[in-house]
């Protein structure tokens, strides 16, 4: 399944931005924000599935834990579904 998720719908040139580096970013940004930030705030605990970017890197965004949010797969598909890109 997370094969044919990356092969159709993300774009080829995703793992020259999302390579270890990235990977190593988002295992320390989960390490500090362990619960999606979004439910946190209705004061629900659900843990981190996806680490997103605020400004998205194709949109020249950065890894920078200042665009960086942590949210559960949901939140997540649900500000994707907002945006209008999945």
């Known amino acids: 399944m997370e094969k044919n998720y990356e092969r159709y719908s993300r774009d080829p040139d ?3 931005k999302y390579g ?3 990977r190593r970013i988002r295992a320390a940004y989960v390490k500090t924000h362990p ?3 979004k439910c946190l705030k209705r004061g629900i ?9 605020i400004v998205p890197v194709s949109r020249g965004g950065t890894h920078d ?15 994707h579904h907002e945006m209008g890109d999945r």
Do not use: Q
Not at 45 to 53: G, K, M, S
Not at 65 to 79: A, D
């Open 20 to 22: 270890a580096r990235w």
């Open 65 to 79: 834990p200042s665009n960086l949010m942590g949210l559960c797969r949901s939140c997540h598909n649900k500000i």
């Open 14 to 16: 995703v793992h020259k």
């Open 45 to 53: 605990l659900v843990p981190v599935d996806e680490v997103h970017h």
């Open 35 to 37: 619960f999606c930030e």
